[in-house]
């Protein structure tokens, strides 16, 4: 039986060691995780980029209060990698959070920092009213300062925040080089890919002379729609490229449609034949999908005139892709004209071949010549092809036994704005696709696969009957605590039996 004194020491000791583990955990930070998408462990590029900050890191969070439970969530979560961003960089990131809704003052420095709010909807008392809230923060070292306007709930935190450190921390950006000279875009009709690009490399043309190729300054090179052929000597540069280590994203056209006379056109560049010595052969044909974009068709009825949007199969919506780096998390992406590509030939030995991105279940293939019929009835014996591949990564001995990485698109023009008063604006994955393929191929850090870790969320199934969600919501609140009963019955009789097992020892 405890006396006084015994409980009086018991307490002292117990509050010493809880005060023994908080000041051990402040110098010796560890946990476990065992989420399945690793939410609470930061990757190796993330931890590369803390332990190279020579100055400290300072993270403005605005996030507004009351918000409802799913999205107060996103800063909660927000918080917890702040904190591990903290300890695991010894304090060199700084952090403070601020309530813009709090005055007009906050309110307003929240939005001359690039931080806009959004309506989100908020029950009350049955009702629903929309609030403006505020989900973003500003991250500054020195002069530097760079915004996250809004932080997207489930969305990769981690990516977000360690490529806008590594933005403002990095003062020599790796450079890309973008061939020029063979028919290629220029830069100015790349506006939209220039724009993610160069926010952590410098995108710079290059023009091969007599006496040079890709200088040795690049190790990521980008081959865009070239419409003119690539002579020997551009042809041995490129061999020359790989045989140095250097990394290529090659998006080429085989065809292409001429809407003024109504047919397909073939494209010749010299790097079909160079890509057949390393297995891969772009097909001189067009890809029909189902799932595809629309064109507008000029229409008489009547007195009037309009426009009608016709559903063009030569205009695939690509939203089957792989699993990997540079096409995860996307979600679809218009290919103009695109190609198929046979893989078939490649040394697998050597060369690791990934196919990225494919057609739909309901696609075909149209070889040339081809005259396009706008107002033709699709039937679905005209798509009898399934998941055709149109996009190939490469890794392993690409020329002369040097390791080495390539991408191939069999289409050139899916990232490409236009020039002046011609350019369109073009959907975001379109661009991302790009700007995804050049960060797997360019990024030596692994920063690249973070951009598509978010927080799974597993909610239960729509089809289940409202019955059975209660019954599974109280059983995961139940159980836990009747898991801790049970063991504190089990245990009580436990010491109780050997309790009377000692009462009943003789010790004449």
């Not at 951009?451 to 159980?479: H, W």
Request: net charge negative; hydrophobic share 40%; with cysteine.
């Amino acid at each position: 039986m405890l006396t006084k004194n015994k409980l009086f020491v018991s307490v002292i000791l117990l509050i010493g060691i809880i005060l023994f583990a908080n000041i051990i955990s402040e110098k010796f930070f560890a946990r476990l995780d065992f989420t399945e998408d690793q939410r609470y462990s930061l990757s190796d590029a993330t931890l590369n980029i803390l332990d190279e900050l020579t100055e400290p890191v300072t993270v403005t969070a605005y996030f507004s209060e009351d918000l409802p439970p799913d999205i107060a969530k996103t800063k909660q979560d927000f918080r917890d990698l702040l904190i591990e961003y903290a300890n695991r960089s010894d304090d060199m990131v700084v952090y403070e959070f601020i309530n813009p809704n709090e005055s007009q003052e906050t309110e307003a420095n929240a939005q001359q920092n690039g931080i806009r709010p959004v309506m989100i909807n908020v029950r009350e008392r049955d009702q629903v009213k929309q609030q403006r809230a505020y989900l973003g923060a500003v991250i500054q070292l020195g002069e530097m300062k760079e915004t996250i306007p809004f932080i997207q709930p489930g969305a990769a935190m981690e990516y977000e925040l360690s490529s806008t450190i590594k933005k403002i921390a990095v003062t020599d950006k790796p450079s890309i080089a973008l061939l020029q000279g063979h028919g290629e875009p220029s830069l100015g009709a790349l506006q939209q890919l220039s724009t993610l690009l160069t926010v952590t490399h410098n995108l710079t043309p290059v023009e091969f002379t007599d006496t040079s190729g890709i200088p040795l300054d690049y190790s990521t090179a980008m081959i865009i729609a070239p419409s003119d052929s690539l002579g020997e000597r551009d042809i041995n540069y490129l061999n020359e490229f790989l045989e140095r280590g250097g990394r290529l994203l090659l998006a080429l056209n085989r065809v292409d449609g001429n809407f003024q006379t109504g047919q397909g056109e073939e494209i010749s560049t010299g790097l079909e034949d160079w890509l057949m010595n390393l297995g891969i052969e772009i097909g001189k044909n067009f890809i029909v999908d189902a799932n595809c974009s629309s064109v507008m068709v000029r229409q008489q009825q009547g007195m009037f005139t309009f426009n009608t949007p016709v559903s063009f199969p030569y205009l695939p919506i690509i939203s089957n892709f792989a699993d990997h780096p540079a096409v995860t998390g996307l979600e679809s992406v218009m290919m103009p004209f695109v190609s198929s590509i046979d893989y078939s030939n490649v040394d697998t030995s050597k060369i690791k071949v990934t196919p990225l991105a494919f057609t739909s279940e309901k696609s075909g293939i149209e070889n040339l010549p081809l005259f396009f019929d706008v107002g033709k009835d699709w039937k679905s014996s005209d798509f009898p092809e399934s998941s055709l591949p149109i996009a190939v990564a490469l890794d392993g001995e690409l020329s002369n036994g040097v390791q080495s990485k390539m991408i191939i698109f069999s289409d050139g023009d899916f990232a490409v704005n236009g020039e002046g008063d011609q350019a369109q604006q073009l959907q975001p994955d379109n661009v991302n696709l790009m700007v995804n393929s050049i960060d797997w191929l360019a990024d030596d850090t692994g920063l690249n696969s973070l951009r598509t870790k978010g927080v799974t969320a597993r909610p239960l199934s729509a089809q289940l009957e409202d019955g059975t969600k209660t019954v599974i919501k109280y059983l995961n609140f139940l159980i836990p605590i009747l898991i801790i009963i049970i063991y504190g019955i089990i245990r009580f009789q436990m010491r109780r039996k050997f309790r009377n097992k000692l009462s009943s020892i003789s010790y004449e």
